[in-house]
């Protein structure tokens, strides 16, 4: 339908295991799914890939309502992660790297809150000086995301939270990291 967004065979051999099953094969009853599952993701990567609305939608695809209704399940079910991990697991193993990563590379970033954003979800980053929020990020070797999580930008780069999996040092997968670095500001003499 549209060649920038469709899967390709082997694209969809790797996705559609990765979705949960649909709610009539988990053995809880209900109707059969209206719409092909790999439709739906071309219509999510359309979303993606061309950066539209969902209102903007065409209407080769299944409703927005619908499309929208399977992202928000499979982002609840943890498969988008999944499909991420996957992808990135393969891409290591061609650049002849273990699948799981044994060194990661830890950063963060403040960005300026709009004021629409409210108050509880962002600081002030004094060292910056400004009022928004801090995404953290790691990365392997090559790159290749392994953890996000956003905070508020007021947090200290030396105080990264528990939950977020990018502690010191960084758990992935549930087996630690044997070198994690973090960038430090340089300092001004």
Partial sequence: ?????????????????????????????????????????????????????WRELPREFPPRSTVWDAFTRWVRS???????????????????????PSAAIIDSQSVRAADTVAGSSRGYDAGKKINGRKRHIA??????????????????????????????????RGTTLAVSWRTQRASVA
């Fill in 139 to 172: 990365v392997d070797t090559n790159g290749l995301l392994l953890a996000v999580i956003v905070t508020i930008a007021g947090i200290q780069d030396r105080v990264v939270p528990p939950r977020s999996g990018i502690g010191t040092p960084p758990r992935f």
């Fill in 78 to 100: 943890g498969a988008w992660a999944r499909v991420h991990d996957a992808l990135r697991d393969q891409l290591r193993v061609r650049l002849g790297r273990r699948p799981q």
């Fill in 1 to 53: 339908m549209y060649p920038s967004s469709a899967t390709t065979d082997a694209q969809w051999a790797l996705i559609e295991p990765l979705l949960p099953p649909p709610g009539n094969a988990a053995g809880r009853g209900g109707r059969s799914e209206k719409h092909d599952r790999r439709l739906l993701v071309d219509a999510i990567f359309y979303l993606v890939r061309g950066g539209v609305t």
